[in-house]
């Protein structure tokens, strides 16, 4: 995996130094000597991580990063403090100011490519979601990133894996103040909980006594539940080597014991910006493509939905030898509805006619408003009798009960056309859709306030 590392140091044998690093692993370096050459890389779009020298004249790394984090365009860029400063209240620094992870002077050839690698995974997952978000905020939904800016990373579920008592109480009692912490000691029940329930974040310790933390991660990486929930790891000085593997793994972060409370605080608190950054990006796309997929005056399913699932849902029918049956609904004289009483009316007379509908089906029956005035019904298992019946309950819902409109003020009668027809083992749509719309006008030509079946 490759990714555009910026690299910002006032000294230049330092920034020679980590380019070669980062080149040798075909990672692609910009560079700059201060920090306001940085911000302008990063505003033009031409970084995907940046690697921040702490300790520069005029703007340092920690003001650079909390610049960057404050600023929309910028702040979905990770961000790694190079520091010569090793005191956790240093470290705690450089997390509040809003970075993602730090590195200490010298630098750890390995660990460099560790936390590179990591934070690639994560731009290249953020930036498909915010282009998605992207298409959503033009539909005039909220705008994610904005949402973000404000999220402090607080009243998080926690769910701490830590067989060792003491352990396990120092930690909660660091982490209780700000967040609702389960700890279990059985990294067995731990994966079991994390899958059934709703934690926002797993602090897994490496030091487990019978059972290899790194396994731990990967099973809850590997299950679909918790795939994307961050993990961070609690570990011994001399794990190195396994910190290195989890982060290879896919775990987010790590803490080296003794740990330091407010350091354990920061990261825990970036972690879960980051997981509630990401859910929000993907609730905004989920909504674009129901807003693509839902027409937005009655509810139900549109053409669009309709035309595509048709087709993939007739041809699994018929696969296993069954019968899909369509039914086509046309509101009877709707435009004299509009012309008479205003187009306000005609919609209360659409969305009261849809819940209509949607409450005389069955809930395995797939309803969509073709277009107008005009509806479709998809009836899978069903054969021409029993939606011959289904259609008459509809008709029969629709006339009899008045419409209300004007807020409720008066009420309409209104009717409906109907036109049903079965697949019968024939697995093209069109046609199908052909069959039941002949139906429906011989319905309509006949007197409407009618259902007719298709008489192939």
Avoid: W
Wanted: glycine share 8%; hydrophobic share 45%; proline share 3%.
């Amino acid at each position: 995996m490759t990714a555009r590392v910026l690299v910002v140091d006032d000294i230049p044998a330092n920034v020679k130094l980590l380019e070669t690093r980062l080149s040798a692993e075909y990672f692609d370096v910009v560079t700059a000597s201060n920090g306001m050459e940085a911000l302008a890389i990063c505003e033009r779009g031409l970084c995907d991580i940046a690697l921040l020298d702490v300790m520069m004249p005029g703007m340092d790394g920690n003001e650079v990063a909390r610049r960057l984090k404050a600023d929309i365009r910028t702040a979905h860029i990770p961000v790694v403090m190079v520091t010569a400063l090793d005191q956790p209240a240093d470290r705690v620094r450089g997390l509040e100011a809003g970075a993602d992870d730090f590195l200490t002077k010298p630098v750890d050839e390995i660990a460099l490519i560790a936390r590179v690698r990591s934070l690639s995974r994560l731009k290249v997952v953020m930036d498909e979601l915010r282009s998605r978000a992207a298409t959503s905020a033009s539909l005039g939904m909220p705008d994610p990133l904005a949402q973000a800016l404000s999220e402090r990373g607080l009243r998080g579920k926690i769910l701490l894996v830590d067989d060792r008592d003491s352990s396990a109480e120092r930690i909660v009692a660091a982490l209780r103040g700000e967040h609702d912490v389960a700890r279990e000691a059985s990294p067995q029940n731990a994966l079991f909980r994390g899958a059934e329930g709703d934690f926002d974040l797993f602090v897994v310790s490496l030091g487990l006594k019978d059972y290899d933390g790194l396994r731990l991660c990967s099973q809850l990486r590997s299950l679909e539940r918790t795939r994307q929930l961050p993990i961070l790891m609690v570990a011994d000085i001399e794990d190195r080597k396994r910190v290195l593997r989890g982060l290879d793994l896919g775990v987010n972060d790590y803490i080296s014991r003794p740990i330091d409370r407010n350091e354990l605080v920061a990261r825990a608190r970036t972690q879960l910006r980051r997981k509630r950054y990401a859910d929000a990006l993907r609730e905004s796309m989920q909504v674009s493509i129901e807003m693509a997929l839902v027409d937005a005056l009655t509810g139900l399913n549109n053409r669009r939905y309709l035309e595509t699932h048709l087709a993939s849902l007739l041809q699994t029918v018929t696969g296993r030898g069954g019968s899909l049956s369509l039914m086509v609904l046309d509101i009877d004289h709707f435009k004299s509805v509009n012309d008479t009483y205003g187009h306000n009316a005609g919609d209360e007379v659409l969305r009261n006619f849809a819940g209509r509908v949607k409450r005389m089906v069955r809930q395995t029956d797939l309803a969509c408003r073709f277009g107008g005035e005009e509806f479709v019904v998809m009836m899978p298992d069903t054969t021409m009798a029993v939606a011959a019946q289904i259609a008459e309950r509809v008709r029969a819902a629709v006339q009899g009960e008045l419409f209300p409109i004007d807020g409720g003020g008066r009420a309409i009668p209104v009717t409906v056309s109907i036109g049903i027809a079965e697949s019968m083992g024939v697995g093209d749509p069109d046609m199908l859709f052909r069959r039941a719309d002949k139906a429906l006008y011989r319905s309509k030509n006949s007197g409407r306030n009618r259902v007719t079946a298709d008489a192939a």
